[in-house]
């Protein structure tokens, strides 16, 4: 019943938050004092498009997609001009390395313009070949994250990427090969598909820990409200009770192999994680349809793929919608995302609010304790077993809350 609580609740609220303002020339803010920031690259290409991904993707076409990589190279010195610093890059899509040479290019002029530490990438088990790796490996890639989503190949036929990616067999095997070229082999990996058993998920872990990846990120299905009835026909539809089941049984099985990273990332060793939003307080996004979060602005860019290159071609800012988060919005976001992370550490977040976070969030810290999903330790907040899924379901709200954002600006005009 709480589950079901939860999940109805944050849905409202989070369909309320990306609400951008209407009227308002969307804008983002000035750079100000150094902080750790991410900078998102957004792909869009994608050679095959998956029924159950809301992002903002098309199917590839190399002209065009040349033709954007050059423009988000002007994205990233616009920015550089504004006066920002980046910490880490993150490249996720569509599919980043549809074209390696355009990728390379890319994350030189990243390491050229801003001191990088970081830089994860995005990819597909059919582009895990030698002559990727090693341009990934010389442009400095530490992490690199591979879309499995499964290894069971009746399930992948049902996703209709069998006959892309491979079957599970050969995508293990490519990963054992791949595993040990970079500080981070990370396994993006999805669980409650609707024709998903138990006993397929034991082999998926049995396969991960075969395999001994450096790290797996376990999302549950989230389908917006675009691809339910696409997902409802292909592959069934979503049962959240089996997706507690499945979450208990991951935990159960990786823990204490791995530890967590996150309420859904598994990591043998400190790492960048998928969800760069907990690692990062504010991150800039670039590219068709990406979002960003500086200085307490939400920003989107248009989601028109040829209007964006035409807007930065003549050195605009390709936005579309912005808000302006008050005091207690961003209080509340680093209270979600914070947490997502396994901790919320008091003391920082009262110094970066001025001493204002618990006036602004005690009474949700009361209430998530007396439902068993926070431990105190003085002076953290720590998520209880219990609480980790309750932030799985909050987590996955909020992601369906952004990809049904994504798919009404994909309705406003043709990309």
Same mark, same amino acid.
């Given at each position: 019943?709480?589950?079901?609580?939860?999940?109805?609740?944050?849905?409202?609220?989070?369909?309320?938050?990306?609400?951008?303002?209407?009227?308002?020339?969307?804008?983002?803010?000035?750079?100000?004092?150094?902080?750790?920031?991410?900078?998102?690259?957004?792909?869009?290409?994608?050679?095959?498009?998956?029924?159950?991904?809301?992002?903002?993707?098309?199917?590839?076409?190399?002209?065009?997609?040349?033709?954007?990589?050059?423009?988000?190279?002007?994205?990233?010195?616009?920015?550089?001009?504004?006066?920002?610093?980046?910490?880490?890059?993150? #490249? *996720?899509?569509?599919?980043?390395? $549809?074209? =390696?040479?355009?990728?390379?290019?890319? &994350?030189?002029? @990243?390491?050229?313009? %801003?001191?990088?530490?970081?830089?994860?990438?995005?990819?597909?088990?059919?582009?895990?070949?030698?002559?990727?790796?090693?341009?990934?490996?010389? #442009? *400095?890639?530490?992490?690199?994250? $591979?879309? =499995?989503?499964?290894?069971?190949?009746? &399930?992948?036929? @049902?996703?209709?990427? %069998?006959?892309?990616?491979?079957?599970?067999?050969?995508?293990?095997?490519?990963?054992?090969?791949?595993?040990?070229?970079?500080?981070?082999?990370?396994?993006?990996?999805?669980?409650?598909?609707?024709?998903?058993?138990?006993?397929?998920?034991?082999?998926?872990?049995?396969?991960?820990?075969?395999?001994?990846?450096?790290?797996?990120?376990?999302?549950?299905?989230?389908?917006?409200?675009?691809?339910?009835?696409?997902?409802?026909?292909?592959?069934?539809?979503?049962?959240?009770?089996?997706?507690?089941?499945?979450?208990?049984?991951?935990?159960?099985?990786?823990?204490?192999?791995?530890?967590?990273?996150?309420?859904?990332?598994?990591?043998?060793?400190?790492?960048?994680?998928?969800?760069?939003?907990?690692?990062?307080?504010?991150?800039?996004?670039?590219?068709?349809?990406?979002?960003?979060?500086?200085?307490?602005?939400?920003?989107?860019?248009?989601?028109?793929?040829?209007?964006?290159?035409?807007?930065?071609?003549?050195?605009?800012?390709?936005?579309?919608?912005?808000?302006?988060?008050?005091?207690?919005?961003?209080?509340?976001?680093?209270?979600?995302?914070?947490?997502?992370?396994?901790?919320?550490?008091?003391?920082?977040?009262?110094?970066?609010?001025?001493?204002?976070?618990?006036?602004?969030?005690?009474?949700?810290?009361?209430?998530?304790?007396?439902?068993?999903?926070?431990?105190?330790?003085?002076?953290?907040?720590?998520?209880?077993?219990?609480?980790?899924?309750?932030?799985?379901?909050?987590?996955?709200?909020?992601?369906?809350?952004?990809?049904?954002?994504?798919?009404?600006?994909?309705?406003?005009?043709?990309?």
């Amino acid at each position: 019943m709480i589950n079901q609580i939860i999940t109805r609740k944050v849905r409202q609220k989070f369909a309320r938050s990306m609400r951008f303002e209407e009227g308002v020339a969307p804008r983002i803010p000035e750079a100000t004092e150094p902080k750790p920031r991410l900078l998102y690259l957004h792909i869009p290409f994608c050679e095959k498009l998956c029924p159950y991904c809301s992002f903002n993707r098309i199917v590839f076409d190399e002209s065009l997609c040349r033709a954007y990589f050059r423009a988000l190279r002007l994205e990233l010195l616009l920015y550089k001009k504004r006066g920002f610093a980046f910490q880490g890059v993150y #490249v *996720g899509g569509g599919t980043p390395t $549809v074209l =390696i040479d355009e990728l390379e290019d890319t &994350l030189a002029l @990243a390491r050229e313009s %801003f001191r990088i530490r970081e830089i994860s990438v995005e990819t597909n088990p059919n582009h895990l070949t030698d002559a990727n790796i090693a341009v990934l490996k010389r #442009v *400095g890639v530490n992490r690199l994250s $591979v879309g =499995i989503q499964s290894f069971d190949n009746g &399930l992948l036929k @049902a996703m209709d990427r %069998f006959d892309k990616y491979g079957s599970g067999e050969a995508v293990r095997d490519r990963l054992k090969q791949v595993l040990g070229q970079f500080d981070t082999l990370n396994a993006d990996m999805i669980f409650n598909f609707p024709s998903q058993r138990m006993d397929s998920l034991n082999r998926d872990l049995d396969t991960l820990m075969e395999i001994g990846i450096d790290q797996i990120t376990y999302y549950p299905l989230m389908v917006s409200d675009s691809t339910r009835e696409v997902v409802s026909k292909t592959l069934g539809r979503v049962d959240y009770r089996q997706e507690e089941r499945f979450y208990h049984r991951i935990v159960e099985r990786l823990v204490p192999a791995y530890r967590f990273s996150s309420a859904w990332c598994f990591s043998k060793k400190t790492a960048m994680i998928d969800e760069y939003i907990v690692d990062y307080d504010e991150y800039a996004g670039l590219g068709s349809g990406s979002i960003g979060y500086l200085n307490g602005t939400c920003y989107a860019n248009t989601f028109n793929i040829r209007q964006y290159i035409a807007q930065v071609e003549r050195g605009e800012m390709p936005l579309m919608a912005s808000r302006d988060f008050g005091l207690k919005d961003q209080i509340r976001y680093d209270f979600l995302m914070k947490l997502f992370g396994m901790k919320l550490d008091i003391p920082a977040l009262q110094k970066k609010y001025g001493g204002q976070f618990l006036k602004h969030i005690w009474v949700d810290l009361v209430a998530f304790r007396l439902a068993g999903a926070l431990r105190y330790d003085p002076p953290d907040y720590y998520l209880t077993p219990r609480g980790r899924y309750y932030w799985v379901i909050m987590m996955r709200e909020f992601f369906i809350s952004v990809n049904n954002f994504r798919d009404f600006c994909r309705e406003q005009g043709p990309l």
